[in-house]
């Protein structure tokens, strides 16, 4: 079955640091990837995702992820965190075909230390 | 573009009551939409998938007549969750794809559901 996992609960970095969010998956064939990302009380942003092609893919707001098959991941990195980038944060996998539905890991929050 | 909304953005109400929510693809036509409930500090559950002008499919676990859902035109679909409960309580979130979209989806801003 397929599945996300995100290892971390809750990160907490300093403003300017760098960041990076794990995401593993467990999917039979090629993945769909998306990074998602939410504020308190709101609904969903897609940061980014990977279809096929170049394994690193740029996204909105300076965030960038890499899809490793080997290792399953698809982890998200910032090089310098701003805090207006404190939110939770969400890996999803998607089906194929005419399903379509994803399936999301548990989130990782993120705090910015001033 | 390819922006969806809910209605209401939030909603108290008393057990046994029902509640709809409304969810609307404003600028394309959605041949499926989802919808979604999250529980606070969780992650997001599919709960069940519509397509328009058919029936919906629900999750395992989820009771389709508890959650009713109705996809009745290609921008509208409308979850009632009947005699809410407390356990009922929680953030429900719809998105919508249009025809051919894959697993590309639009996420609705959700909407805050308490019972008391």
């Known amino acids: 079955a397929q599945s996300v996992t995100q290892p971390d609960i809750h990160i907490t970095v300093s403003e300017g640091a760098s960041l990076e969010l794990r995401c593993n998956y467990s999917y039979g064939a090629t993945p769909y990837l998306f990074w998602y990302v939410q504020s308190p009380g709101q609904g969903l942003q897609l940061l980014l995702k990977y279809f096929s092609g170049d394994t690193l893919v740029q996204g909105i707001k300076g965030f960038e992820a890499e899809f490793k098959r080997s290792q399953s991941s698809f982890n998200l990195r910032k090089p310098s965190v701003h805090w207006s980038d404190a939110a939770e944060y969400f890996c999803?996998?998607?089906?194929?075909?005419?399903?379509?539905?994803?399936?999301f890991g548990k989130g990782t929050k993120l705090s910015v230390k001033p | 573009g390819a922006v969806v909304s809910q209605h209401p953005s939030r909603v108290i109400c008393k057990s046994g009551t029902s509640v709809k929510i409304e969810c609307r693809s404003l600028?394309?036509?959605?041949?499926?939409m989802f919808w979604y409930r999250q529980f606070p500090k969780q992650s997001l559950m599919l709960m069940a998938t519509?397509?328009?002008?058919?029936?919906?499919?629900?999750e395992q676990g989820v009771e389709k007549d508890k959650f009713l859902i109705n996809h009745a035109s290609l921008t509208l679909s409308t979850l009632t969750v009947t005699s809410a409960h407390p356990e009922d309580s929680s953030f429900y979130i719809c998105?919508?794809?249009?025809?051919?979209?894959?697993?590309?989806?639009?996420f609705g801003p959700g909407t805050r559901l308490t019972v008391l």
């Open positions: 999803a996998v998607g089906r194929g075909g005419s399903q379509g539905n994803l399936i």
């Open positions: 600028d394309f036509q959605a041949t499926t």
């Open positions: 998105s919508a794809r249009f025809r051919g979209g894959g697993v590309w989806q639009f």
């Open positions: 519509s397509n328009e002008g058919s029936k919906a499919t629900y």
